[in-house]
C-alpha cells in the first residue's frame, strides 16, 4: 500500500501534537493519516487496515503498531473522544475520524433511521391503488413492477431511496409518485422540493419531468400542482457564497413537506448531512440513484452505504402485504422470524430496463462489469454479434492521433457541418470520447487537443480563432446570472443578428435556444473528450472510452460501468485487455462507517 500526504495534512498532524498531553512517536504519521484519507474520498481511517503492516508514504516505509496499541495510545493524548467527547479526532468502533466528519456521519443515519422507522401517515389505500393502477401501466412481462413497489412505499414512509440503472424510469416513477402523493392530500397543500446535486442534473431533471407532465392520466388541476422547478442542493439549502455554511439547518428547517434528490450518487456525506439536518421531522425525503455508478467526487460514498453495499431483498411481511394490497400482486417477503434492519422496507431497487434491448450487448456488458465479471464482459466486447459493442487494443501514444482521426470525423462531422446552433446542439449529442482521467496522454486535457487538431486537418474547424465555429464548451462553474451550470454544454456559432459575432449557443431545460457573448462566460472548458465522472447523468447515442494504457487507481468497475451505460446505440471502448480485466475486479471501496450503522 503506498499513500500520498499533502502538505495540509503534514500541517494538521502537527498542530494535533503540540495539542496533544501525551503523544506517542506514531501520532504525527497517523493523523497525517487521517487527513490524507479524507482528501483521497474516505470518511475515516481504519486502523486494522495499518496497524502492523508495513506501508509505503511518500516514499518512506511506515510500520505502526498493532491496532490494540494504537488505540491505547490515541486515547492517552486527549485530543482524541470517543462517543459523547468533544475533541478533533473521535475513535469508534476501530474507525479515526476527524470530528466533523464523524459528526456528519453519525446525523445522517440518526435521521434516516428515525425516517425509515416511520410511518408517514394514514395512507388511503383505496385512493393509492386506484391511482397506482391507472398511472402505472401493466405490461404482465413481470411478475413484479418494482415502479409500484416504489411508489407504494414513498408514499407510505417518510425515507425511501429508488435506485436502478440508467433506463429503467426512476424519473418517470418519482413523477408518477408525486401524484399519488399529491392525491393522498386531497386538496390540503403540499410543499414540494426537486433538487439535484449540479445544475446540469437539476436541468435535466427539470426538462424530464415537463415532458412526463404531458402524459401522465391525471386531472388537469392535479398536473399544475406538479411542480417543475428544480434546482441544486446548495441553492435549496441557501448557499452563502464561499462559506460552508447554509441558510437553512436545525434551527432554520426546509418549509418543505417531501424533498426529491436525484442522482443522490453524486452527493458527498457533508452535503448530505446538512441537507438531512435541515428537514422537518416530519417531511419525507426520497432519493433517486444508482447506487452502482461512481461515488461522489468528494468524501464518501453515501448512496452505497445507504444502499447496503448492494443489498436486495427480503421485505417485512408487513410491507409484502401492504404492496400485495396496493398493486394486486404478490411480493416476496422475509421468511423467518429474523429481525430485519431499519433500512429493509426503504430501499426499491428497480430492475426492468426500457432503454437496451435485451438482446443488445450494451446493457449485457454493463451487468457483467457490475457483477465484477471482466471475462463475460470481455467475452461480449469481442463479440462479433454484438453490434452496440466494439472493443479495439488501445495505441500507444505515439499512434494515437491517426488512430483516433476516422472515428472523430465521423463523429462529429455532422454537428460541424449544421445549418443552425439548433441542428448542431442536437447533433452534438449524437457522440461524445470519455476518458478515465484528466491528465495524461490518454486524458481529456490531452486529447481535446488531438481531437482539435484531427478535425482542423479534416478542414471541419479553425482553431486559430479561439472562438471559432464549432468549439464545444462545457462550463465548470455556477453562474446564477446567467442560469449557466457545472456541467452545462454549449456550441460557439456566429450570430448573424450580431453581425457575424460569436456566441455560446446553449439549450434551456425548456427547449429554448439562449445565445451568450463569450466574455461573459464563467469557467470553461473544450469538450470534445470529458471524464467519465462529469458524464455521469448524460446519454448520447455513441460514445467512445479511452482507458489508459497502465493502471491507476482511479481505474475501478464503477468508472467502467458508468462510462459504458451512458450510450444507447453504440458503446466502443478502447483500453487494455488485462488492464480492463483488472479494472473491473477493483470496486470502490471508500472507509465510512455509515453502512454498518444503517444495515
Known amino acids: 500500500m503506498e499513500i500520498e500526504l499533502r502538505e495540509i495534512d503534514r500541517h494538521f498532524a502537527r498542530f494535533i501534537r503540540r495539542e496533544a498531553l501525551e503523544a506517542p512517536p506514531w501520532l504525527e504519521m497517523v493523523v497525517a493519516l487521517t487527513s490524507a484519507v479524507v482528501g483521497g474520498g474516505d470518511i475515516c481511517l481504519e486502523l486494522a487496515a495499518l496497524s502492523g503492516e508495513k506501508f509505503w508514504c511518500n516514499e518512506t516505509e511506515i510500520t505502526l503498531p498493532s491496532r490494540d496499541d494504537l488505540a491505547d495510545g490515541l486515547r492517552r493524548t486527549q485530543v482524541v473522544a470517543t462517543?459523547?467527547?468533544?475533541?478533533?479526532?473521535?475513535?469508534?468502533?476501530?474507525?479515526?475520524?476527524?470530528?466533523?466528519?464523524w459528526r456528519y456521519e453519525q446525523e445522517l443515519s440518526?435521521?434516516?433511521?428515525?425516517k425509515a422507522t416511520a410511518v408517514a401517515g394514514e395512507v388511503n389505500e383505496t385512493l393509492l391503488a386506484a391511482g397506482i393502477a391507472r398511472l402505472f401501466l401493466d405490461t404482465g412481462d413481470e411478475k413484479v413492477d418494482w415502479q409500484q413497489v416504489a411508489a407504494a412505499a414513498a408514499v407510505r414512509q417518510r425515507f425511501c431511496v429508488i435506485s436502478g440503472g440508467p433506463g429503467t424510469g426512476k424519473t418517470s416513477t418519482v413523477v408518477k409518485i408525486i401524484a399519488l402523493l399529491l392525491e393522498q392530500a386531497q386538496g390540503t397543500p403540499l410543499r414540494i422540493a426537486l433538487a439535484a446535486p449540479t445544475g446540469k442534473a437539476a436541468a435535466r431533471?427539470?426538462?424530464?419531468?415537463?415532458?412526463?407532465?404531458?402524459?401522465?392520466?391525471c386531472?388537469?388541476?392535479?398536473?399544475?400542482?406538479?411542480?417543475?422547478?428544480?434546482?441544486?442542493?446548495?441553492?435549496?439549502?441557501?448557499?452563502?457564497?464561499?462559506s460552508v455554511r447554509f441558510t437553512h439547518g436545525a434551527d432554520n428547517t426546509l418549509a418543505y413537506d417531501v424533498v426529491i434528490i436525484d442522482e443522490a450518487s453524486m452527493v458527498a456525506l457533508p452535503l448530505m448531512a446538512k441537507l438531512a439536518v435541515a428537514l422537518k421531522q416530519e417531511a419525507r425525503l426520497i432519493l433517486l440513484g444508482d447506487r452502482d455508478q461512481l461515488a461522489s467526487v468528494e468524501a464518501g460514498a453515501v448512496l452505497?452505504?445507504?444502499?447496503?453495499?448492494?443489498?436486495?431483498?427480503?421485505?417485512?411481511?408487513?410491507?409484502?402485504?401492504?404492496?400485495?394490497?396496493?398493486?394486486?400482486?404478490?411480493?416476496?417477503?422475509?421468511?423467518?422470524?429474523?429481525?430485519?434492519?431499519?433500512l429493509t422496507d426503504s430501499l426499491i431497487v428497480l430492475k426492468k430496463n426500457y432503454r437496451f434491448s435485451a438482446?443488445?450487448?450494451?446493457?449485457?456488458?454493463?451487468?457483467?462489469?457490475?457483477?465484477?465479471?471482466?471475462?463475460?464482459a470481455m467475452t461480449l466486447l469481442r463479440n462479433d454479434a454484438y453490434h452496440d459493442l466494439v472493443w479495439r487494443d488501445v495505441p500507444p501514444p505515439e499512434e494515437l492521433k491517426k488512430?483516433?482521426?476516422?472515428?472523430?470525423?465521423?463523429?462529429?462531422?455532422?454537428?460541424?457541418?449544421?445549418?443552425?446552433?439548433?441542428?448542431?446542439?442536437?447533433r452534438f449529442e449524437e457522440f461524445r470520447i470519455l476518458c478515465a482521467l484528466r491528465q495524461g496522454p490518454y486524458g481529456v486535457t490531452g486529447l481535446?487537443?488531438?481531437?482539435?487538431?484531427?478535425?482542423?486537418?479534416?478542414?471541419?474547424?479553425?482553431?486559430?480563432?479561439?472562438?471559432?465555429?464549432?468549439?464545444p464548451i462545457m462550463i465548470s462553474a455556477n453562474d446564477y446570472t446567467l442560469k449557466l451550470f457545472n456541467g452545462d454544454v454549449g456550441l460557439v456559432f456566429p450570430d448573424q443578428e450580431a453581425g457575424g459575432a460569436p456566441r455560446l449557443f446553449v439549450q434551456s431545460p425548456e427547449g429554448i435556444i439562449r445565445k451568450i457573448a463569450p466574455v461573459r462566460l464563467p469557467a470553461h472548458e473544450t469538450v470534445y473528450a470529458m471524464t467519465i465522472h462529469k458524464s455521469q447523468g448524460s446519454e448520447f447515442s455513441q460514445l467512445l472510452i479511452l482507458l489508459p494504457g497502465q493502471t491507476s487507481e482511479l481505474l475501478t468497475r464503477e468508472l467502467i460501468y458508468t462510462g459504458v451505460t451512458r450510450a444507447r446505440d453504440k458503446a466502443m471502448l478502447w483500453g487494455d485487455e488485462a488492464l480492463f480485466k483488472a479494472t473491473v475486479a477493483r470496486r470502490v471501496e471508500r472507509k465510512s462507517g455509515l453502512s454498518a450503522i444503517l444495515w
Request: hydrophobic fraction near 35%.
Open 403 to 426: 488512430a483516433l482521426a476516422p472515428t472523430v470525423i465521423q463523429g462529429y462531422r455532422a454537428y460541424l457541418t449544421a445549418g443552425s446552433p439548433a441542428e448542431a446542439l442536437v
Open 448 to 471: 481535446n487537443r488531438v481531437v482539435e487538431e484531427i478535425l482542423a486537418e479534416a478542414g471541419l474547424i479553425d482553431p486559430r480563432n479561439r472562438w471559432y465555429k464549432g468549439r
Open 205 to 217: 431533471l427539470k426538462g424530464s419531468i415537463r415532458t412526463m407532465k404531458e402524459n401522465l392520466v
Open 219 to 242: 386531472d388537469e388541476e392535479l398536473l399544475q400542482l406538479i411542480p417543475t422547478e428544480v434546482v441544486t442542493i446548495h441553492r435549496l439549502l441557501g448557499s452563502r457564497g464561499g
Open 110 to 114: 440518526r435521521i434516516i433511521r428515525e
Open 304 to 342: 452505497g452505504d445507504i444502499c447496503g453495499r448492494g443489498r436486495n431483498e427480503p421485505f417485512s411481511p408487513e410491507f409484502a402485504g401492504y404492496v400485495a394490497r396496493m398493486t394486486g400482486k404478490q411480493f416476496p417477503a422475509q421468511q423467518s422470524t429474523a429481525p430485519l434492519p431499519p
Open 83 to 101: 462517543r459523547g467527547e468533544y475533541r478533533p479526532l473521535v475513535l469508534d468502533d476501530g474507525r479515526l475520524y476527524l470530528y466533523r466528519y
Open 359 to 376: 438482446a443488445g450487448g450494451i446493457g449485457l456488458v454493463g451487468r457483467a462489469v457490475n457483477e465484477g465479471d471482466g471475462i463475460q
